[in-house]
Structures are given as structure tokens and as C-alpha cells.
């Protein structure tokens, strides 16, 4: 772990997969509605070219 504080986060990569459940409580089997939910999460959350990263509103700093 000391070794990845010491690369700075610009280095860590994190992948995440997201699911759902219809709202009668059965889980989502269809790959193209789970893919479409991760590529809106991934928009999101993901920065554009440019942009300040200090702005983007689901980034907060530590303090």
C-alpha cells in the first residue's frame, strides 16, 4: 500500500461493474440494460480532457 501512495493517485486505476434489481426485486439478467447503467456511471463520474478536476463535482478534496 505504501508503494501506491507513493505513485499519486493519477496511477491507481479502479474498475467497477454496477447491476440492478427491476423494481419487483428480481436481478437484472440482460447485459445490454447493465452495460448501459455502467457507461451513464462511467459518464458521470469519469473527467473529460481539460478539465479541471478540481471543479468536477464528485471529486472532494481532503482536508
Known sequence: MRL????GPD????????NFKHPDG??????AL???RNKAV???????PGEDPS???RIHPRG
Request: glycine content about 6%; proline content about 3%.
Open 42 to 48: 462511467y459518464e458521470v463520474l469519469s473527467l473529460k
Open 26 to 31: 428480481r436481478v437484472n439478467r440482460s447485459l
Open 4 to 7: 501506491l501512495t507513493e505513485l
Open 55 to 57: 471543479g468536477h463535482p
Open 11 to 18: 496511477l491507481n486505476i479502479l474498475t467497477y461493474g454496477f
Open 34 to 36: 447493465a452495460n448501459r
